[in-house]
Each structure stands twice: as structure tokens, then as C-alpha cells.
């Protein structure tokens, strides 16, 4: 399931859900994204995304994940829209038979997300503005995963 919204969500009540949905799954692992609250630095966090486009985008993400760690489901939802320090960004989950493989998958999921999910993300702070892109790292994580099928 994915959802792309600029409503908050609740990690829990969705987490609590995505389990009822999936009972039959020995294993559930996620991961919650906040705007961080970086001591005065960050007053507000942005994205802008393309709708249907950023859609079927994580939906391709989506099914390389089902494919490759054979899960029997995810959940993505990411925000959009302006999000104050502390707010939930993003959510991402996945059920399977046994931990290993929700937990690579979500960390599958993160990383090209962060890499290839087509959001322009916009930080404020007490110097203005700032675009921002993926790092280095973030790029070398999403390149780990390619460079394990070679």
C-alpha cells in the first residue's frame, strides 16, 4: 500500500493496521522519518512532488522490493507539503515470514526513497531557505544495493 499525502499520520495507529493486515506474517519491520529539530536549525521542512508521477515512482521502488525479499506486503506512506520539527515525513513497513527479510526491505525502501522517489525537499531555518539534495552517502547506500546483484 502506499500513500502519498500532506496530512500527518499516526506511526501507531497505521503500524497497528498494516499488522492486522498481514496477521499471518512472522516478522514486521519499519522505520519513521521526522523533521528534524536540530537545535534552532530547522524551522520547517518542505516537499513539493509531481502527483501520480511520485506515485507510480514508489510504486515501481515497491514491487523491485517485493520482488527481491520475497515479503508478503508493504507500506509506504511519505508527506508532502510543509511539516514542522517533530512530524512524521515518511513510514515505511514490511511484512514477511521471518525478520531478516522485512528488515532488509525496509531498508531497501528508505534508501531508494531517499535516492530516486521524486520529492523536492525545501529546509527553513533561521538563514532562509535551502534546497536539498540527496548526500553522497545517500547515493552509496542505494548503489550498495544495485552493486549486490553484480
Given at each position: 500500500m502506499?500513500?502519498?499525502?500532506?496530512?500527518?499520520?499516526?506511526?501507531?495507529?497505521?503500524?497497528?493496521?498494516?499488522?492486522?493486515?498481514?496477521?499471518?506474517?512472522?516478522?514486521?519491520?519499519?522505520?519513521?522519518?521526522?523533521?528534524?529539530a536540530?537545535?534552532?536549525?530547522?524551522?520547517?521542512?518542505?516537499?513539493?512532488?509531481?502527483?501520480?508521477?511520485?506515485?507510480?515512482?514508489?510504486?515501481?521502488?515497491?514491487?523491485?522490493?517485493?520482488?527481491?525479499?520475497?515479503?508478503?506486503?508493504?507500506?509506504?506512506?511519505?508527506?508532502?507539503?510543509?511539516?514542522?520539527?517533530?512530524?512524521?515525513?515518511?513510514?515505511?513497513?514490511?511484512?514477511?515470514?521471518?525478520?531478516?527479510?522485512?528488515?532488509?526491505?525496509?531498508?531497501?525502501?528508505?534508501?531508494?526513497?531517499?535516492?530516486?522517489?521524486?520529492?523536492?525537499?525545501?529546509?527553513t531555518?533561521?538563514?532562509?531557505?535551502?534546497?536539498?539534495?540527496?548526500?553522497?552517502?545517500?547515493?552509496?547506500?542505494?548503489?550498495?544495493?544495485?552493486?549486490?546483484?553484480?
Amino acid at each position: 500500500m502506499i500513500r502519498v499525502q500532506r496530512e500527518t499520520f499516526f506511526p501507531e495507529s497505521e503500524l497497528a493496521g498494516f499488522r492486522a493486515g498481514h496477521a499471518g506474517a512472522g516478522a514486521m519491520a519499519s522505520f519513521v522519518g521526522f523533521v528534524r529539530a536540530e537545535a534552532g536549525h530547522v524551522a520547517a521542512l518542505e516537499l513539493e512532488h509531481y502527483a501520480g508521477f511520485t506515485e507510480r515512482e514508489i510504486a515501481r521502488i515497491e514491487r523491485l522490493a517485493l520482488e527481491r525479499f520475497n515479503i508478503d506486503g508493504s507500506l509506504v506512506i511519505h508527506r508532502f507539503g510543509r511539516m514542522l520539527p517533530g512530524e512524521p515525513i515518511v513510514l515505511v513497513a514490511a511484512a514477511a515470514a521471518h525478520r531478516k527479510p522485512a528488515l532488509e526491505a525496509v531498508d531497501f525502501l528508505m534508501d531508494y526513497l531517499k535516492t530516486d522517489a521524486p520529492f523536492w525537499k525545501r529546509e527553513t531555518g533561521p538563514e532562509g531557505a535551502r534546497w536539498i539534495e540527496p548526500t553522497d552517502k545517500d547515493r552509496a547506500a542505494r548503489q550498495d544495493w544495485k552493486d549486490e546483484n553484480a
